[in-house]
């Protein structure tokens, strides 16, 4: 039968060593780097998003909220919030077309951080992964090294 304690305790200190880096590299992977990467763009969505939480706030909007885009004049640029085209945008680009809430648009925005967050999660992870394969086989490779050159040692 496998028990986990016992092969811990005959783990020598390379393979010990080994396995706390691997440790700290699936941490790394599966938090800290998924983190970094999604706070680098988050600027800019959070500040499309607020735009857009002004513009639903704003009752010249409400046509673009739930009229067909196809019928109304693209609006121009703001940063602000103060002339629809972030909802426009989010319409046009996320929704295909499809009406518009609050609602929507907060869930939206949620889904999409979480998919972003699982994805880059998904990929430090999988780095991770790569990394302690890696370095075990470093380790594997010098031990064997070592090895051969004390076999030619003991041959002399």
């Given at each position: 039968?496998?028990?986990?304690?016992?092969?811990?305790?005959?783990?020598?200190?390379?393979?010990?060593?080994?396995?706390?880096?691997?440790?700290?590299f699936v941490?790394?992977?599966?938090?800290?780097?998924?983190?970094?990467?999604?706070?680098?763009?988050?600027?800019?969505?959070?500040?499309?998003?607020?735009?857009?939480?002004?513009?639903?706030?704003?009752?010249?909007?409400?046509?673009?909220?739930?009229?067909?885009?196809?019928?109304?004049?693209?609006?121009?640029?703001?940063?602000?919030?103060?002339?629809?085209?972030?909802?426009?945008?989010?319409?046009?680009?996320?929704?295909?077309?499809?009406?518009?809430?609050?609602?929507?648009?907060?869930?939206?925005?949620?889904?999409?951080?979480?998919?972003?967050?699982?994805?880059?999660?998904?990929?430090?992870?999988?780095?991770?992964?790569?990394?302690?394969?890696?370095?075990?086989?470093?380790?594997?490779?010098?031990?064997?090294i070592r090895?051969?050159?004390?076999?030619?040692?003991?041959?002399?």
């Amino acid at each position: 039968m496998f028990d986990l304690r016992t092969k811990m305790r005959n783990l020598n200190g390379w393979r010990r060593l080994w396995l706390v880096v691997s440790f700290a590299f699936v941490v790394w992977g599966a938090l800290v780097y998924p983190l970094e990467l999604s706070e680098k763009g988050s600027i800019g969505r959070y500040n499309f998003k607020w735009a857009v939480e002004k513009e639903l706030k704003n009752p010249k909007c409400e046509d673009y909220l739930k009229k067909d885009l196809m019928y109304l004049p693209i609006p121009e640029y703001s940063e602000n919030g103060s002339t629809c085209w972030h909802i426009y945008t989010h319409r046009e680009t996320s929704l295909e077309g499809k009406q518009m809430s609050a609602e929507t648009y907060e869930a939206n925005f949620a889904s999409k951080e979480r998919k972003m967050f699982l994805s880059f999660a998904g990929q430090g992870l999988a780095l991770s992964l790569v990394a302690s394969a890696c370095l075990y086989l470093l380790g594997w490779t010098l031990n064997w090294i070592r090895v051969g050159f004390r076999n030619t040692a003991q041959k002399d």
